[in-house]
């Protein structure tokens, strides 16, 4: 067999480290096509004046490019049989992507959970991308259920302690940023970090209705292979699942509109694909502030912030029902720290 | 509230400029874009050799890339509550913009003249793109209907004197630009300017069936982040109302079949959106040489254009009824100077 | 008649050079988009780190790009009126093209033999891609059946004798390629050269269900104007032909999973559009190990395939019926040499 069947869940051992395939170049033509697929508007990712007079040497790739990028590179490794993509802790934006920069990515499985069903199992990894200098750009841990295809027998359990949401202290702002000379103007709105409470919902009021082809043309881009998102025999529905991560981008991107300030993800703390999403859904997106901080970086505060994406026909700030469950128009449920002008 | 409910018609004062928010880096990736979304062959935007041998340093960014980015930025400012996009007057493309420039934009408003039911008016502004060293490098006139939210005294009516069309003496011709060493055949035909004749109509033969994919990419992609173009709850009928600004670029690229060698608009005279576009329409062009005139530069002339984007079921050369009245199946009437060897 | 009727088939003459109009220089912007239309993953066309690792400058264009930029130029002169596209021979990259290149193309006419019928005839070019310094950069014969407009005698038939496959002594390596330091688990699999074995078959698995705003995109970025792509009024059907091009990459791209060491494309034998694809179709993959050869650079061998692309409800390794006709769920059947570690 010279092709690759992904891993199952047998074949994963704690302290194992996996180098993924196909390490990737990015440009400006991965830039563009961001803003083609996304309607992303904050400054420091869309001009290099912005940036320039913020302190860095131009604008970086958005960090969700970057997120992608690494994210796409682990799926034939990581989530080629996956059941489910259960998910995110830990995850630290460590330094910014480049144009021309290029990004692998590896994983170190923190643990394994076999189901008491015996079918299946819940994999643990923790994964880095790296740049060619072999400088780490992003981490975080992600779990998955995964099939299991041969019969033997359970492994050790281990799961790993994971931390709540990261610390404020443990944030990394880029070399250089600096805030004091911020033009709100130009940034798109008058809010400061200081300026947002605690506890502060917001509603992003735009709505952008998903076709096919943008969420395929996406999650090509980001080398993300999995079948289910381009080929309509691969569920028994005939319909094409949407990458969970073009979700996270249309509705970071909306949430421009009460948040343009909230310059750039350092850290995610959780996240949850509450319910999938399909071509000819609307997809809008609310905010809700979990929590500030100071940074050592001049002018420079950071918002905590849970971003819920939904569809059409959820209610204003819709969430989870009575009993915790999620609301079946809730698509995604996001928990990040921004940086943002103090 | 922290989201932009846009600017109402009583919220307009004359003199006043806005500075539009999230300037914009353009490089080779928005190039490809481009002649990935419309058909574009102009050979000047298509190649850096074609460019050099023609005086340019490089082959800068298309024309309307340059306008759609500036126009985009004036929305959430300018049309975010428009009822409609009246016109479009003195346009005039100023310098060329260079990939890697970063593009922001401003607008004075010029005029204000509420409507007779008290509910809405007329909002006049002269829009500008800037580059990142502050030199302007497009400015237009453009109107629009704007919503009135308060019960508020009209203002005094100011309507700008605006010319019929830019003087040919002052249409601005890139620095350098020279076409006395013109290669016909790689630009693809071999007509110069002096080979057409006012009054002559071209039917530029082909046809682009849009999809909605395709022009949400597109007007992403300018930041023009109007409702409804991408939200089909936006509007009573479920339809997504196609950006003119796409039906403008897709009509321009059509008409290479026939005007190869107009290079580069230098002027918008006029313009109407006449009727409304929707994805699954088939797009046709067919232009007018309205008149002719030289320019300073050496080989270079000017054409002045109507250029008519059409739907399936136009005749030919369709325009208006015998009342003056634009026939159902015409989208677009704009008339603009290009340069073209003489 | 201002407009470009294309080329019939009395309008060429043996020996006669066309030079095709629109030359385009390509970027970051140009290979972004390949990678957001097809699941290309080949190391060597994804990072600059990894080509560089092989004894390349840079990452290269992908092979494809430079070939579908080619064959966009000719449509105009070659195949606007053509019935069909017959097939290919003799076609050898020569270069490869970087970011920041211009190419150009050119096509002599070596054959001509009019049909029975007396309404259309078979005409035979050979295509020269080239770059800014007038390197060849591609070459490739093709012939296409192109209708008669005018009741003119018919010319002397020239048919030219073409190789039935390039020989292994005729590869062009690009200069300093080397991969004897080759990192098989950065490019995504450990199969060598030698680990083929000539007759094998391999099923890459993965498919593809196509969009019509996907093909039309990758259509116009070569500046491939035939209106059966475009326009639902072109044909009788109301469907939009895919481009012939649009199936090769999507399958190259889906043999990535069996055939990720296939690292760039080489030469052309041979190539049948079997069956026409429209949006809709889900595309897989199958190849088939031809033959195999050594080549002068270090560690480089070269592995002759078949590439067949296949549509849903195909046959596992559909090919042919009992009467050498190609089944209606093949779309195509290409021959080519790929280079790969030894």
């Known amino acids: 067999m010279k092709t690759n069947p992904g891993r199952f869940f047998e074949d994963y051992r704690v302290g194992e480290v996996i180098r993924h395939a196909v390490p990737r170049t990015v440009s400006g033509g991965e830039r563009a096509l961001y803003h083609a697929l996304y309607p992303a508007r904050g400054a420091l990712y869309s001009s290099d004046a912005f940036a320039r007079a913020s302190g860095l040497a131009a604008s970086p790739m958005d960090d969700l490019i970057a997120f992608h990028t690494v994210f796409g590179k682990t799926v034939p490794d990581i989530s080629l049989n996956a059941i489910a993509n259960l998910g995110y802790a830990e995850g630290r934006w460590l330094r910014p992507v480049w144009p021309g920069d290029t990004i692998r990515s590896e994983s170190e499985v923190i643990g394994v959970k076999e189901n008491s069903n015996g079918k299946s199992g819940v994999v643990y990894v923790r994964t880095r991308g790296l740049n060619q200098h072999g400088e780490a750009v992003l981490e975080y841990v992600r779990w998955v259920m995964v099939r299991k295809r041969r019969d033997v027998p359970a492994p050790d359990p281990v799961v790993p302690h994971l931390q709540k949401a990261v610390a404020a202290a443990d944030l990394v702002v880029p070399e250089g940023l600096d805030f004091t000379a911020y033009d709100f103007t130009l940034a798109g709105e ?153």
Chains 1, 2, 3 share one sequence.
Not at 300 to 308: I, P
Request: net charge negative; hydrophobic share 45%; proline share 4%.
């Open 190 to 342: 008058p809010h400061r970090q200081r300026g947002y409470e605690i506890g502060e919902k917001i509603d992003h009021v735009d709505g952008v209705t998903v076709e096919e082809a943008e969420h395929m043309l996406a999650t090509r881009l980001w080398q993300n292979t999995a079948r289910v998102h381009f080929d309509v025999t691969a569920r028994e529905d005939g319909r094409r699942l949407i990458y969970g991560g073009h979700v996270i981008s249309l509705a970071r991107a909306l949430s421009f509109n009460g948040l343009a300030n909230a310059q750039m993800i350092v850290a995610l703390n959780a996240g949850a694909h509450a319910n999938p999403c399909f071509a000819g859904d609307t997809v809008r997106a609310w905010s809700e502030v979990l929590d500030k901080a100071e940074t050592s970086a001049p002018g420079v505060g950071a918002l905590r912030l849970r971003l819920v994406a939904v569809k059409q026909g959820a209610a204003p700030f819709a969430l989870k029902d009575g009993e915790g469950k999620y609301l079946p128009e809730v698509l995604l449920d996001l928990d990040y720290w921004a940086l943002m002008p103090l």
